[in-house]
C-alpha cells in the first residue's frame, strides 16, 4: 500500500502521529488477512488482539509512505501479520506486529 502523508495525519510537530501509524497498520494488515479467507476460514470477521508499533524515525507531512504487510502465521482461530513502514528513499520508518482473532461461526 502507499500513501502520501496529509496535515490531518500530523501531530504538531509536522509528522506523522503514532495514532496514524497504528491505524495504517490496522488497516492495511488486515486487508492482507482477508486475501486469505475463504468459505468456512476466516470469513466472518476478525479483531484485533494485540497492535504493537515500533517507531525508528519519522515521517514528514508531504511525504509518500510504502506499507508492506506480511501473513506471518495464520491458524483456524489466530493470526500473526507483521507490518513495514517505509519512507521514500526505501529506509524504514516503523514497524508492526498484529495479533488478530478470528470472530463468529460455528461453536461459538
Known sequence: FSLKVSQSLC????????????????VCTSMALELC?????????????????TYLRPAREGATLTVESEVVNLGRRMAMLKGVMRGEDGKICSTCEHGKVAVGGAGL
Not at 11 to 26: E, F, M, R
Request: with cysteine; glycine share 16%.
Open 37 to 53: 479467507s475463504e468459505d468456512g476460514f476466516w470469513d466472518t470477521g476478525h479483531v484485533s488482539r494485540t497492535l504493537n508499533c
Open 11 to 26: 501531530n504538531p510537530s509536522g509528522t506523522l502521529h503514532g495514532g496514524a501509524v497504528a491505524l495504517i497498520y490496522d
